[in-house]
């Protein structure tokens, strides 16, 4: 038999590609139903304010219009649910203050949705909306978080003092003695700033009621449909799930913004049935600005304790989170469970406690965005870390290297167990990449023009996979976070798999049949992956957190395992052989030991032409279903360096250089790795540098609303990165050995950037982002 | 309403256009070219760049009424009639440079025009030549590449 070439650890060009490439993709605003009407959402002016008043009379007799839609028409369905509960650490379970479709007597952000207007044209239902009229009595404004839990107004009534919940996790008792006993203590307060996920692709929906079999379809630009329809279906409007088809087709990225469900589609999905007509809304971007879900906002303190050779006893952390002026979907586990849970880094501190105030605030709601939570815990450790080395003296790296976790499996002292790594090796190979030895050399080139050069380390951990559901439900997460995924081998051979992960960028189309053609020994043209689909995927719980293909992957595989297995079965009748003395290798089952053998598409087609067949023991066909519910999270991790040169007469800081090294144990499709990598780091970098999410103190106003007040990174202000991919350590409990890739960067990377322009500027702290003005203040502060 | 007559894509045609209405909207509503994106509403971001008589416009910035007798080519009108991608596309393929694939039409029209007009012979030029596309999802590196890459092809 030849032996072919593997798919695992190829470079294989996207199949994707061509679509995109030609203006084929298809997005939600790109398809236009039969019949179609536009919906538009009048939002709030105020950051908080009760609506006196509101009249719709005009705006329902302009030119167009189809309907208006306010608070009032859905007093009787449900409000958007938190899929994750959060005690407090008296045992009290988190404010869960209802969360409205439209808003109900009450706004409590700029930009919160107040009325939905459908009209034959967009046009038509903006000129009809200018016609709403609300009579507002402004109440101030909740924003600052720094009083925020003694704030002159309340969010929500609920929530006197604005806190949803107060977290506690780790030993606190423990951790207080370790500081007793300390040599050294580093203290750091910041705020890890708020950002705008941003996907180019802005929010889309467009919803439609079948009247003859009163049936649902909504296409929207989401990451998860099945999750979307559930929380829709069973927690909102009460549809019966079976008649609702959520389609989320191709999706201009998402980064986590997309995961949610969010108030708009579900108007527009409740609405559709009213007007009996299809209504299409897609928001514009200074839309998204105020109504996507925003990311991080944390006000941190950090406390090392270390001992006098160096080595970390306790990591104290107290941070509030704000979560916004409502609980988004999983608002509530983002900087507890996800954040948290992650202090230990990659060190083995033995006591570590973390205390979290999660408060409301009169902002857009705040979730998941790329990392969600790991990078504000990458940001608390790897910024604490590096400080107490300048404080010492002791070089960054090797201060890390002696507190590196160097056996597993390790159970940390906030809840993970990490399965397996390596982090001497990351830290060793960045290092020889980034040319560290020859950094002096450049800092001196540096300063002979004046400029100032830093050095900065990030040796980051995440925890991906978002599993098992047993623990996560124990934790209090109100869904399972499984995946599923189903193998259909149609009679010629030929196969088409069907996936609950979606993808919105990661290239799944490709990496996942790269899976399925090495496994049966097809050529991966003979295979086709559909995904975001309710009415074609038997369930799914989508893509977020690195999860694809650790999870969704694993799911493919283990349906994979099945179809080989029956195959073996068919293969054995037809070669008049016992079932166990069947193999499958490249494409082929055979008999060990002689020269029978038939090939992967004979068994397919005796499967669907069932003549000469064992009736007796099987069913024809051969399409296999498998959900997988892991065992662990998986954990990436890999150390990061940046090098940055500042110049202080404008507080222009420059990236250099900036070097990642990563293991992400086994790698299907390095190319689409490295992407990855790339897209996330720029993330990172964008957060570190130019984004910054600001609302003023005494309106609430967004000041932050476009791309000309947003600074996104673009091409000119990155520097070439480089990238490399670890030999690495498989994950020990997938049959893939894959740990997740895509968040990597945005979590390892701002920490990097900051610790190196403190170290260019020998200061203690910059603030994110890390503008000409914050460094310049720096400059000047340090003087 | 007005009546205007352009060629897009090498195809002539003629509609009635309200007068605000804009080169994106025509492009995408009126004729059912989606593959020009719109990814801002102040003309950042790129997506929905396409060519106005040669040049790289962005098409959110360009009333209908402006492109009346002018030769439009969009994302859909650059691959060779039998279908072979043009040399940008293929680098953009072969590079990796994209992912979510929304800013990408928007992206591989400047990169034709950085390549037609511009200095794109370091990986700065090309770069600076870029800023005004916003891509979120590949940190631009393999863009870069790709760009590089067709503009060696197309020579």
């Not at chain 1, 053609?517 to 690195?546: C, N, W």
């Not at chain 2, 979120?136 to 590089?148: E, L, M, S």
């Amino acid at each position: 038999m030849n032996a072919r070439q593997s798919f695992i650890g190829q470079s294989v060009a996207r199949r994707e590609d061509h679509r995109f490439l030609t203006g084929n993709g298809q997005y939600t605003d790109d398809i236009t139903l039969q019949g179609q009407s536009y919906g538009v959402f009048l939002r709030s002016p105020h950051a908080h304010a009760k609506i006196r008043s509101l009249s719709t009379a005009a705006a329902e007799k302009a030119p167009g219009v189809l309907g208006v839609f306010t608070g009032e028409h859905f007093k009787a369905v449900g409000g958007l649910p938190c899929g994750w509960l959060i005690n407090s650490i008296d045992g009290t379970p988190m404010k869960e203050p209802r969360h409205p479709i439209l808003a109900d007597g009450k706004v409590r952000y700029v930009g919160d949705r107040v009325a939905l207007v459908v009209a034959e044209s967009v046009e038509q239902a903006k000129a009809a909306m200018a016609l709403i009229e609300v009579d507002y009595e402004v109440l101030p404004a909740v924003i600052d978080l720094k009083t925020v839990n003694s704030a002159a107004a309340a969010v929500h009534d609920e929530a006197p003092d604005n806190r949803c919940y107060l977290w506690q996790i780790g030993d606190k008792d423990g951790t207080d003695a370790a500081f007793k006993g300390a040599a050294h203590v580093s203290t750091l307060t910041f705020r890890n700033n708020r950002l705008v996920p941003n996907a180019m692709e802005p929010r889309a929906a467009n919803a439609q009621w079948n009247p003859s079999s009163d049936e649902y379809t909504l296409y929207v630009a989401n990451q998860n449909p099945h999750v979307e329809r559930l929380l829709m279906c069973a927690f909102v409007l009460g549809i019966p799930e079976h008649k609702m088809r959520v389609v989320a087709p191709d999706v201009g990225g998402g980064f986590g913004s997309k995961i949610f469900l969010y108030g708009e589609e579900t108007a527009l999905v409740w609405a559709s049935k009213q007007i009996r007509r299809p209504i299409k809304w897609t928001a514009e971007r200074s839309e998204a600005f105020l109504s996507d879900a925003h990311g991080r906002d944390h006000l941190t303190t950090a406390e090392l304790a270390l001992d006098k050779d160096g080595n970390f006893l306790g990591l104290r952390v107290n941070t509030t989170a704000n979560l916004g002026a409502y609980l988004s979907t999983f608002a509530s586990a983002v900087p507890t469970i996800l954040y948290a849970t992650l202090l230990a880094g990659q060190y083995k501190t033995p006591k570590i406690c973390c205390t979290v105030n999660a408060v409301f605030t009169n902002t857009a709601p705040v979730d998941a965005y790329r990392g969600a939570g790991r990078p504000e815990a990458t940001y608390t450790v790897e910024r604490i870390v590096e400080t107490a080395a300048r404080e010492l003296g002791i070089d960054p790296a090797e201060l890390r290297r002696r507190n590196f976790i160097t056996t597993f499996p390790y159970a940390t002292p906030v809840g993970l167990t990490y399965d397996t790594g390596d982090y001497d090796a990351t830290m060793r190979r960045a290092i020889e990449l980034a040319d560290v030895a020859g950094f002096e050399a450049r800092k001196a080139a540096s300063a002979a023009k004046g400029l100032k050069r830093g050095l900065g380390y990030s040796a980051y951990i995440e925890a991906c996979g978002i599993a098992p559901s047993s623990v996560a439900g124990a934790l209090g997460a109100r869904a399972g976070l499984f995946e599923a995924g189903e193998v259909r081998v149609h009679p010629t051979g030929k196969v088409t798999v069907f996936t609950g992960s979606h993808s919105h960028g990661q290239g799944h189309e490709t990496t996942f049949a790269q899976v399925v053609a090495d496994r049966l020994g097809i050529p991966l043209e003979d295979v086709d992956i559909q995904h975001g689909d309710t009415g074609k995927i038997l369930f799914g719980m989508g893509t977020y957190g690195s999860r694809s293909l650790a999870v969704g992957g694993t799911a493919i595989v283990k349906a994979l395992d099945k179809v080989i297995a029956k195959g073996k079965k068919i293969a054995a009748h037809l070669m008049e052989a016992a079932d166990s003395d069947v193999e499958f290798s490249n494409g082929v089952f055979s008999v060990a030991g002689t020269d029978k053998s038939v090939p992967f598409a004979s068994v397919s087609l005796t499967a669907y032409v069932p003549h000469n067949f064992p009736h007796d023991k099987l069913e024809p066909g051969l399409n296999e279903n498998a959900f997988y519910d892991p065992s662990n999270f998986t954990y990436p991790a890999g150390s990061y360096i940046c090098e940055v040169e500042v110049d202080p007469a404008t507080g222009v800081a420059r990236i250099e250089r900036f070097t990642a090294c990563d293991d992400f144990g086994n790698v299907i499709n390095p190319m689409i790795v490295e992407g990855q990598v790339h897209g996330g780091l720029v993330q990172g970098i964008g957060q570190a540098l130019f984004e910054n999410c600001v609302y003023d103190e005494e309106s609430g106003q967004l000041l932050t609303g476009s791309y000309m007040d947003y600074a996104m990174p673009r091409a000119d202000d990155i520097p070439h990165l480089t990238v490399e991919t670890a030999k690495g350590t498989p994950c020990t409990h997938n049959p893939l050995g894959v740990k997740g890739c895509g968040e990597a960067g945005a979590i390892g990377s701002p920490p990097a950037v900051i610790n190196a322009i403190c170290h260019a500027l020998g200061v203690k702290d910059v603030p994110m982002p890390a503008s000409p003005h914050n460094v310049w203040k720096a400059i000047q502060a340090a003087r | 309403m007005a009546q205007i007559t352009l060629t897009v894509n090498g195809r002539s045609v003629t509609h009635d256009v309200a007068p605000q209405t804009l080169l994106v909207d025509f492009l995408r509503e009126t004729l059912r070219l989606t593959g020009t994106h719109v990814g801002c509403d102040t003309s950042q971001c790129g997506a929905c760049t396409v060519h106005l008589n040669g040049n790289a416009v962005k098409s959110c910035a360009v009333l209908a009424t402006q492109a009346a007798g002018a030769q439009v080519t969009t994302i859909e009108g650059i691959a060779a009639a039998d279908g072979k991608l043009h040399p940008m596309q293929t680098a953009f393929n072969e590079c990796h440079g994209l992912q979510c694939g929304f800013c990408t039409p928007g992206m591989v029209m400047s990169a034709i025009d950085l390549v037609q007009h511009h200095d794109c012979s370091s990986e700065a030029k090309i770069r600076e030549g870029l800023e005004g596309n916003i891509c979120r999802c590949t940190g631009y590196q393999n863009i870069v590449k790709a760009v590089a890459q067709g503009a060696k092809a197309m020579a």
